[in-house]
C-alpha cells in the first residue's frame, strides 16, 4: 500500500517537475524569440540611423558646396550695387550688408524731390537751415550758378570750369547723397541740355564713376543703389526716373540698375524677405526660416547666406543614394524639422521607406509565428500530458476492476475446492476396501490441492499487485515455520519427496504467512522440476550480518542458462516447465514479498544437479 502510494507520489511529483521543465522550457523560448524579434527591429533602426546619418552629411556637405560657389558671387554683389542680390545675405558682425536695406530710415524725410526743383528753379536764393546753410553746401551752390550763367552765356571755357570745379568739389566734400545727388543731376542735366558733353565723361558719372588722381566719385545709378535707405519711395522714383532718362539720352546703360530699383521698391511693399538671426553670432552653419535660407559663419564675423530649397537637395541626395544601392526606388529622405531656425547639423531628416515598415513587419510577423507555434506546442504538450493522465486513470480502474473479479473469482472457488476435497477425504475412507475404486479419491484430492494451490496464488498475487496485503510483521521462530512446511509436505509435494531441514534455532522479523507462502512456493518447485526420485528438497541458514540467508536447494532440473532472472517475471514460465502445469506466479509472489520485507530472493546456484535459491532477511527480531 505504501509503495503504491509512493509510486503515485512520485508519479505526481515527475509530473509536476516534467510540467515545470515545460512552463520553463516555453517561458525561455519565449524570451529567446523576445531577443530575436528585439535584435531585428534594432537592427533595422540601426541601418535607418546609419543611412539618415548619411543624408544628413550629404546635405551639410552639399549646402556648403553651393555656398562656396556662390561666395564669390555675394563678394562682388557687396562691392556692386549693381548685381543681383535678392537671393544672397550677408551679415558684417551682425549688420545685414546682402540685401541692401531698401526700407527708409526715419531721417530720409528729407525733400529731395523739393530740393531739385529749387536746384534747377532758383539756386541762388536763400537756403534755410533745414537743407543746410552749411560753407561746403553754399560752394556747392554756388558753383551750380555759376554752371548755369555759363551755360545760358553760351561760354564753352566757362564751362568747363565751372564744370571741373563742381566735380573738384565733391570728391574733396563728401555730402549726404540727399543732398550730393540731387546737385549732381541737376547739373548733369544742365550740361546734357547746354552743352554736348562726352558721353564717356557722362557714362563715368552717371554709372561707371570716375577715378581721379587722389579721388575717385560713383556714378548716380551705384550712389543711389548704395544709399536707398535714406529716401522715400517717392523721391527714390523720382531720382530712378531722372537717372534712367539721362542715361536713355546718353546712350548709358541703365537695364540692370532699373532692375535692381524695381526690386529695392517691391521689397518696400513686401514685409522683409530677409530671415532674422536666432543669434547675433551663430558659430554653426544653419537653416533659417523654415529651410528657405542656409547661412554659414565665415572669417571676419562675416555670415554668407544663400537661398535654397532644401526639399530639391534632398531629392538630389535620394537619387544619389538610390545610385549607390543605398536606398531602394520607393524609398526617400525626407526632412522633419519644423523649426524657424536651426543648425543644420541638428536638423532631423527621415528615410521615408516602406522597406523598413517591411522589415518591421517581418520581425513582427515572425514573432508572432513562432509565438504562435510554441503555444500550440504547449497545448499539444499539455493536451497530451492531460490524455495520458486520463489513460492512465482509465487503466488504473481497469486494473482494479480485473484484481477485483480475479479476488471475487478466486475467493469463489474457494469453497467448492474445500468441499470437493473434503468429500473425497471421505470417499477415500470409505472406499479403502473397495478395490474398483482404487486410487481414484486420492487422486481427487491430489488435484484439488494442486488447483487450491493456485487459487492461492492468484488470489496472493492480486492482493499484492493492488498493495491490498500489507505485512504484519512479528518476530518468528525459523524452525517452526520449516517445521510446519515439513507437517504440509502432502499438500505441496505431488510426488516421493524428502525434505532435510538443517536450519539453526533462529527468529525471523517477518510476516508468518507470508514467509509461509514463499517457502511453499520454493519447496513446491523443488519438488516439481525434478524428474529424481526421490526428490530432495533442503532448507538450510546461513548468518549474514546483519540478518540471515535462508537456503532453499533441491536435486532438480536446473534452470535454463540465461533465465534466472527472467523466472522472476509475472507469469513466465521457463522452457524446464512444458511438462507439468503451473501459473508462472509462484516466484513473483515471492519476490514481491521478500521485497515487502526489505530483503531479497535470488538463483544462488542451478545447474544439471539441482537448484539453490537465496532468501535474505534483514531483521532477525522487530
Ligand atoms: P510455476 O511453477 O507456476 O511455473 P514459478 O513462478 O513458481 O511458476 O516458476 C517459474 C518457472 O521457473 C517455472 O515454470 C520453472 O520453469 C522455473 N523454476 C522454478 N523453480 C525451479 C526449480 N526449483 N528448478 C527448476 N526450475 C524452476
Known sequence: MAKRLSSKVSLIVALGLGLLALAWGLVWLQGIFLEEREEALAEVAARRRALEQFALIELEQRLKAKLDETRPTIDAAREDPLLPAGQFLLYDRSELVLPRQSHPKPDAGAPVTALYQRLRQDPGSQWDGHVGDDEPWNVRVQLLTELREALEAGDRAGIENAFRDLLAHRAAFVMATQRDLPTTMVALEMLQRGARPRRELMAGLLRHGLTGQTSRLDGAQRQLLERLDRFTTRDLRF???????????QSVLYSDFSARI????????DPPNVPALPNPSPSEPMLLDHGRWYVTPARNDRLYGIEVRVGSILEEITAAMRQRALLGPDDEVKGRSSARAAEVSAVHLEIDSPTWAEATDA???RYRLKALVEGIIALLVFG????GILVYRRRHRFLELKGEFVSAVSHELRTPLASIRLMAE?????????????????????????????????????RLERGRWVPKQETISLAELVEKLGRDKDSWARRPAELEIGVVDTTVYADPDLLQL????????GCQYNEREPAEVAITTEPCSPGIFILIGDNGTGIPEGQAERIFDDFYRAGTAQ???GSGLGLSICRKIMEAHDGHVRVRDTGPEGTTFELYFPALTG
Open 426 to 462: 471421505t470417499l477415500e475412507r470409505r472406499t479403502k476396501d473397495v478395490p474398483r475404486a482404487r486410487d481414484y479419491p486420492s487422486r481427487i484430492i491430489r488435484d484439488v490441492d494442486g488447483l487450491s494451490f493456485l487459487v492461492e496464488n492468484i488470489l496472493s498475487f492480486n
Open 363 to 365: 520581425a513582427e510577423s
Open 384 to 387: 497530451v500530458m492531460a490524455l
Open 579 to 581: 511438462k507439468t502445469r
Open 239 to 249: 531720382l530712378a526716373n531722372r537717372i534712367i532718362a539721362l542715361c536713355e539720352a
Open 262 to 269: 524695381d526690386e529695392a521698391l517691391e521689397r518696400r511693399g
Open 518 to 525: 514463499v517457502l511453499t512456493n520454493l519447496a513446491r518447485n
